[in-house]
């Protein structure tokens, strides 16, 4: 039985200019095809610029692509109608590269976390209460930061705040675009333990875009590497790792430094 939660078909996705579209058009995603499995943590690994985070743009549905599909459950996001267009973000949440900039400086924690069950639940407060402090344990985070605002929090506090958001709504599928870019070196590590025991306690599936390797082979299951808005290969991390097949993965593996996560 199939068990892909998240396709990519044939995806296609350009920017342009607003003077001129047809002559400075960019190709971002350039024919790009893979599957996510339900439960997996795939990554996209590849240098700044290769179309890494334009993709999960497309499935977060903040880019449109040019051509291609995108399917999520069997069915194509780009072709929703009403009440599966109002389902849909409730199961894909992202986690951006920032959390400086991710979150809202002027809202409180506790507003921050309760504004997605407002938006998209009829839940009772005391039941959106209870959902929050929970999602805030599992994040390792205590209740009584709710009354706080971000700039009172350290980096690393403010990604596990954002990773609390991603989840309230108890997501299938988390996009994390460059997670652990913008954290301390010392902090890196504790955000990477964290999305894979969430992983495991949730049942989430993850989409981990980073052009850290090391950190890829650590928390990745499957590995798709990106060139020139190209995937140009896919494996298993440790064959992907152990027997790379393509000179530019090659090339990229070589380049990483050696470190232990």
Known sequence: MDNNLLEIKNLVVKYTS????KENSLVAVNDVSFCIKSGEIYALAGESG???????????????????????EGKSILKHNSSEKKDYPKNV????????????????????????LD?????????KNVIIKDVLNDVGLQSSCLDLYPHEFSGGQRQRIA????????????????????????????????????????????LFISHDLNVI???????GIMYFGKLIEENQTDKIFSF?????????????????Y
């Open 217 to 223: 082979r650590y928390i990745a299951d499957r590995v």
């Open 119 to 127: 938006i998209n639940t009829s839940y009772s407060r005391n039941r």
């Open 244 to 260: 790379p097949k393509e000179e530019y993965t090659k090339t990229l593996l070589n380049s990483a430094p050696a470190l232990q």
């Open 50 to 72: 290769c179309g890494k985070s334009t993709i999960a743009k497309s499935i977060t549905k903040l880019v449109k692509p040019e051509s291609g599909d995108i399917l999520f």
């Open 18 to 21: 607003l003077k001129n579209k």
């Open 93 to 116: 949440q992202m986690v951006f590269q920032n959390p400086y900039s991710s979150l809202n400086p002027k809202m409180k924690i506790g507003d921050t976390l309760r504004e997605p």
């Open 163 to 206: 990773i609390a958001r991603a989840l309230i709504l108890n997501p299938k599928l988390i996009i994390a675009d460059e997670p652990i870019s913008a954290l301390d070196a010392s902090i890196q590590a504790q955000i990477i333990n964290l999305l894979k025991t969430l992983k495991q306690q949730r049942d989430l599936t993850i």
